[in-house]
């Protein structure tokens, strides 16, 4: 039976040049390297500059995705952008990013799922594919987390960096077997009875302020090594493949020992994982794509490959992508 399949034509990331270390952390917080390494990981992270907003991130992931796909921009009639950061409360911050581009046609809106964001965002993009409401879409997952954090807060700022990671995605005519190249199958779920054990103290309709990141760490890491086991599953079940048959394990990266305690979980061995935390901490919605660019760009991920996505983040929301890139 042919099917529409999503493909990835190509991958890109940005991070900012300012590098904050965990010494660095240490000069104004009550912390240590030592901790920080210890309890998840993260080595370092990039912190944009004053002048850096989300759509700069954004964009210059998107610019490096549509170099990577070798494609005429104005191919892209949709993006979608997955953010927690946007540049302003409203418009999305896609539409600075559409413009930027020169399309002036389309459609471009933001996605909030916070850590899950991009996930949540390629599932949107392949829906669209499947149903004729998009051709080649352009998805991004861009955040400047740093401007949510309390620093003074050392349970949470040592955790976040800034960055951005985009796909170029477009329809390809598939067999309707696991073989296919493209998203094989997507996952989404949320719990807002969770909602109070990670989010931003502030918004336009509750304070008129931003607000800052607050976090109950040991609940949002038991619940998240279940509820991602939960969504990997799901995906292998739909498919009815197995942990074996992954070659690639693309996670977002909030915390290492989540990561090792996942894989092990699942019976994934480490080699299998793309790392990217310890030296760019928890990047939200950048960092399932950024994790995915670095791994395809250092020549592991090759075409072919079963790939699987999987995130999970405030709200709580959490959900996976199985795909042969
Ligand atoms: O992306 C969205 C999803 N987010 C996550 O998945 C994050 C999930 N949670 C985590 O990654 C971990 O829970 C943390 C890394 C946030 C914390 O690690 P933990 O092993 O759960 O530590 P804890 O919260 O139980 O804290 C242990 C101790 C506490 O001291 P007491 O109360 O035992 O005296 C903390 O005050 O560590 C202390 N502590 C620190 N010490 C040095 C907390 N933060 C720090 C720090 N430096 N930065």
Redesign the pocket.
């Known amino acids: 039976m042919s099917v529409i399949r999503t493909i990835v034509l190509g991958t890109g990331s940005y991070l900012p040049a300012r590098v904050m270390t965990n010494d660095d952390l240490s000069k104004t917080i ?3 390297d030592e ?2 390494v210890e ?2 990981g993260i080595h370092r992270r990039h912190i944009a500059a004053d002048d850096e907003l989300t759509s700069h991130l954004a964009l210059a992931a998107a610019r490096a995705a549509i170099a990577d796909a070798g494609i005429d921009p104005q191919e892209i009639d949709t993006i979608i952008l997955a953010t927690t950061t946007p540049d302003n409360t409203f418009p999305a911050t896609a539409v600075t990013v559409q413009a930027e581009l020169g399309l002036y046609h389309g459609a471009a809106f933001d996605i909030q799922a ?2 899950s964001g991009f996930v949540y965002a390629l599932t949107i993009a392949d829906t669209f594919i499947r149903t004729g409401q998009s051709k080649t879409a352009l998805v991004i997952g861009a955040e400047t987390f740093s401007r949510l954090l309390d620093w003074t807060d ?2 949470t700022c ?2 976040f960096g800034d960055g951005a990671g985009a796909v170029v995605v477009t329809g390809m005519e598939g067999a309707g077997t696991n073989a296919d190249r493209g998203v094989l199958t997507a996952h989404l779920h949320s719990d807002g009875r969770y909602k109070e054990k ?1 989010y931003v103290d502030g918004g336009p309709s509750s304070t008129q302020s931003t607000g800052h990141v607050r ?1 109950e ?2 609940e ?2 038991r619940h ?1 090594v279940v509820n991602i086991a939960e969504a990997i599953n799901e995906s292998l079940a739909a498919t009815g493949l197995t942990a074996d048959d992954i070659d690639w394990f693309v996670p ?1 990266q ?2 290492k020992r ?1 990561l090792d305690g996942t894989a092990k979980r699942i019976g994934l061995p480490p080699e299998k994982v793309v790392l990217t935390v310890a030296d760019q901490g ?1 990047t ?1 919605a950048a960092s399932v794509p950024l994790a995915l660019d670095t791994a395809v760009k250092d020549g592991r991920i090759k075409r072919g490959d079963l790939v699987l996505l999987e995130a ?3 709200g709580f929301t959490w959900g996976s992508v199985l795909l042969r890139y």
């Open positions: 009550d912390t240590t901790w920080i309890r998840t916070v850590c050392r349970t040592v955790l990670l976090m760490g040991r949002v890491f998240a977002h909030a915390n989540i928890n939200s999970m983040g405030g």
